[in-house]
């Protein structure tokens, strides 16, 4: 399984992941694989209420109940003065306010405020007797009025989620120029104006979360085994916001992590009462969520209600947008739930077109749910999933050509300055839709919906040209925009003795395939084989630092930082092939594996090199240190933006209102590829995740009680095989400008630019019978409903 060296391994192979050897083997290690010598087991009494007060909390039963060690509440944690779960991003209200930051306790404390809050931790000897001391625990609980849409909660007379505020308001924040919108409404020749709701989705990572704590006295330190995306900063929350510890004395582990999706970049409660039970109990002690927790307190997805509207002139020139999003937070703030809403969505706004005004205003708004945080994508499936289904409700009103509309409005020089903040530094947006026209054989449709309707069934085409903005972020912008850390990336590279080289890297992998394509370009730049390179991740105590995955960020900015110690490594080595080949070392060139002396053939193998930094006679130890390892932080300039045209072809039979997806094209622009195969893959599963969110998952919430209605895959619809159809998938390439690969991220661009494409296929299926609106999940019984009601309107 692991890809033979005779093969291509270079950048742009599409070499075979080597960690898949590990993991069809049943070989790789996750949290709950780990075991340490005397360790508990937890499990988490949540509360079955959205919104109470706690009068009482008696544990005595569940204290002598047979292999209990402890139960803790939110108590025994102020006792001890834990800290709250902190929010990792700060946002300044419109009036120039901090958002509201009410407290968090990782136990609750006095009041529970979503249905699987955490009220008592029950530690026990084995998972079981914990589980079944939990139900000996009695707690009084006073039941209050609870809410769970976000524009419920903005209602007057709404129930208030946090005591610190008369109100569900965290923050409202705005993004452009609303004069000029405002006036260039006025005069537009045509505005469109639609409703929509983005579904709440649940993550469904295949490993539950799961952690394990041990503290060891020894020497006062703790180790934390957690299944996470971003091992550094949940140190960095734990110790220095919660904990109140210097860093150094907590070592976090993410071994091998099954899936995250964004759900995993958090600082859970969880991971806090874990830590700190661990060293009040003195023990290890492992918890692993069951499914049904993971329903409840995996931070959700999306959840956004919008009202968009476009200004256009007689041409189909966009001319100005404006936008009201109300965002969910849910019940209390997730590390990145605010940056969610605002800057990762509303400076997505302007699409690929050159709308010359924009406006933005989001509401982030408390309620009585599980925190709402990034899922893959995180706040740009949101903008392209507006600007989408907008551009193509034009489209229709203005009778152009879906293709047409967004050739005419497409950005076509670059760089470009958005006017909500950003700037696109380079793409061929054209050639992205060309492309994906040729592939879908656009041409052909009229015939296939001909032949459709014949069969009695609605065939429809929908388009999708989205961008978004990836390799999270030039630091100082992100330290203005709130950011509560940097968000640059480290690699450190050992070149041992035999040549043989071990890479640490800040970014983590958890399906991404990173021990490959990382290995690609570190082998490509040495010379030497792709076997000989390993990729170390996700230890706080191997990895000097790092930001972790999130934002199709890991190739981009980490990728970068190995490209800067590879390069150190290259200097070094020619000061090393200097000496021994009795030259200077500006004379020295290094190519395919070898460093010789310019228009020579005099040359030295990377392995001699390596060995000779290790060989202190070889050259003098006052000019020059003995080994070859290198360390290299990288900050990008910039983000990187991915973009690309996905058109969907969908058949509907107006009998049942059951959709199928009869082909899915995506044509994407990725930059410079490593490994054209992990890239497909990646699409793929974006694409399938994009059509889920369509099609079939829906989070739901009962309105008046606040109680998860869709809590299981019983409720809850998640994408099969048999739900999609072969992706037809093409790229174009324009190098990203600013880092030395060229290289976008590519981990979310599927789930971004599908979602508008199918619901746009929908509506263009239906638009023959009058329908002009639907939300998704496009379920049968939705599409269904729509069908009947646009019959009775005609
Ligand atoms: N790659 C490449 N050439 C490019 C871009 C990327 O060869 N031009 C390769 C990279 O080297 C890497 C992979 O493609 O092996 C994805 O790279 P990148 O786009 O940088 O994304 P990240 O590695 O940072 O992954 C994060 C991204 C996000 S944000 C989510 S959410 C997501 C996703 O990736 N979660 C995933 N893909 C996932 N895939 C799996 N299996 N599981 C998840 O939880």
């Known amino acids: 399984m692991n890809a033979p060296s005779e093969h291509e391994t270079g950048i742009g192979a599409s070499v075979r992941r080597k960690e898949d050897y590990r993991f069809v083997t049943g070989s790789g290690k996750y949290t709950d694989d780990v075991q340490i010598p005397g360790q508990t087991y937890a499990y988490f009494l949540r509360s079955p209420h959205a919104h109470a007060t706690i009068r009482s909390i008696d544990t005595s039963a569940a204290r002598s109940a047979p292999g209990v060690i402890a139960v803790l509440t939110g108590d025994d944690l102020a006792a001890d003065k834990v800290g709250g779960v902190p929010c990792g991003w700060l946002i300044t209200d419109v009036n120039g306010q901090p958002m509201k930051e009410p407290p968090h306790p990782a136990l609750a404390q006095g009041k529970v405020r979503h249905v699987g809050d955490q009220v008592a931790l029950i530690v026990a000897a084995t998972y079981l007797q914990a589980k079944d001391a939990a139900e000996l625990i009695e707690v009084d609980y006073d039941a209050l009025p609870a809410v769970a849409d976000a524009r419920d909660a903005l209602k007057s007379g709404a129930p208030v989620v946090h005591d610190i505020a008369h109100d569900n308001k965290c923050y409202t924040w705005a993004l452009g120029d609303k004069a000029a919108v405002d006036a260039t409404f006025a005069r537009a020749h045509h505005v469109t104006r639609i409703e929509l709701i983005n579904n709440r989705l649940v993550p469904n990572a295949i490993e539950p979360r799961a952690a394990l704590a041990q503290y060891n006295r020894g020497d006062d330190s703790y180790t934390l085994y957690v299944a996470n995306q971003n091992p550094h900063v949940e140190r960095l929350l734990l110790t220095a916001f919660v904990l109140g510890l210097p860093e150094h004395k907590m070592r976090v582990i993410a071994p091998d992590v099954g899936g995250g999706f964004g759900s995993k970049i958090f600082l859970y409660a969880e991971d806090v009462v ?18 049904s927790e993971s329903f409840l307190t995996d931070a959700h997805g999306r959840d956004h209600a919008t009202v968009a509207e476009m200004a256009v002139g007689a041409d189909g020139k966009f001319l100005a947008m404006r936008v009201h999003t109300v965002a969910n937070l849910g019940a209390y703030l997730s590390t990145f739930s605010t940056s969610v809403p605002t800057i990762l969505y509303a400076t997505l706004l302007a699409g690929q077109y050159s709308t010359p005004h924009i406006y933005a205003e989001i509401d982030g708004v408390f309620t009585n749910t599980t925190p709402v945080d990034a899922y893959r994508g995180a706040g740009r499936p949101e903008a392209a999933y507006v600007v989408e289904r907008l551009v193509s409700t034009v489209a229709r009103e203005m009778n152009i ?57 609605l065939r429809g085409l929908g388009f999708s040209t989205y961008i978004e903005a990836c390799g999270l972020a030039p630091s100082n912008i992100a330290g203005a925009l709130g950011a509560r850390a940097g968000l640059y990336e480290v690699g450190e590279i050992r070149v041992h003795p035999t040549g043989s080289v071990t890479v640490f890297t800040g970014s983590h992998s958890h399906g991404q395939g990173h021990e490959t394509t990382f290995a690609q370009i570190v082998s490509a730049r040495l010379g030497i084989p792709f076997e000989q390179v390993d990729i170390v991740h996700g230890d706080t105590g191997r990895v000097p630092f790092g930001m972790g995955t999130y934002g199709s960020r890991s190739l981009a900015v980490g990728g970068s930082a190995i490209v800067k110690a590879l390069d150190k490594i290259e200097a070094k080595g020619k000061r090393i092939a200097a000496h021994l080949l009795e030259a200077s070392a500006s004379d020295i060139e290094f190519k395919d594996g070898k460093f010789t002396i310019i228009g020579t053939d005099r040359s030295v193998p990377f392995a001699q090199i390596a060995l000779a930094a290790y060989v202190p006679h070889n050259y003098p130890l006052d000019k020059l240190e003995p080994g070859l390892n290198e360390t290299a932080f990288y900050d990008p300039t910039n983000f990187t933006f991915p973009a690309g045209a996905h058109i969907c072809e969908v058949e509907v039979d107006p009998e049942t209102g059951a959709v199928e997806v009869a082909a899915m094209t995506a044509v994407d622009d990725f930059g410079n590829i490593i490994n054209p195969m992990i890239v497909e893959g990646q699409v793929h599963g974006g694409l399938a995740q994009g059509i889920g969110q369509a099609l079939l998952e829906n989070c739901v919430y009962d309105k008046s009680t606040a109680q998860l209605l869709s809590g299981s895959y019983m409720d809850y619809a998640m994408p099969r095989a048999e739900d999609l159809p072969n992706f037809k998938v093409g790229s174009r390439v324009t190098p990203c400008t600013h880092n030395p690969l060229g290289a976008k991220g590519c981990g979310e661009a599927g789930a971004i630019g599908s979602p508008p494409a199918v619901i746009n296929a929908v ?25 009947q009601s646009a019959r009775q309107s005609a």
Not at 401 to 413: G, K, Y
Not at 763 to 787: F, Q
């Open 274 to 291: 874990l830590a700190w039970a661990s060293k009040k109990l003195n023990r290890p002690v492992k918890w692993t969520a069951e499914r």
């Open 401 to 457: 050509d879906d293709v047409e509309l967004r050739r005419r409005n497409f950005i076509t020089s670059f760089p470009y300055q958005t006017p909500v903040a950003l700037q696109y530094d380079i793409g061929d947006f054209n050639a992205c839709l060309d492309g994906a026209v040729e592939l879908a054989d656009v041409a052909g449709f009229p015939a296939r919906r001909e032949e459709a309707k014949r069969r009695g069934k």
């Open 763 to 787: 509506i263009n299926a239906l638009s023959p019978l009058g329908v002009t609106h639907l939300d998704m999940p496009a379920s049968p019984e939705r599409v269904w409903n729509a069908i």
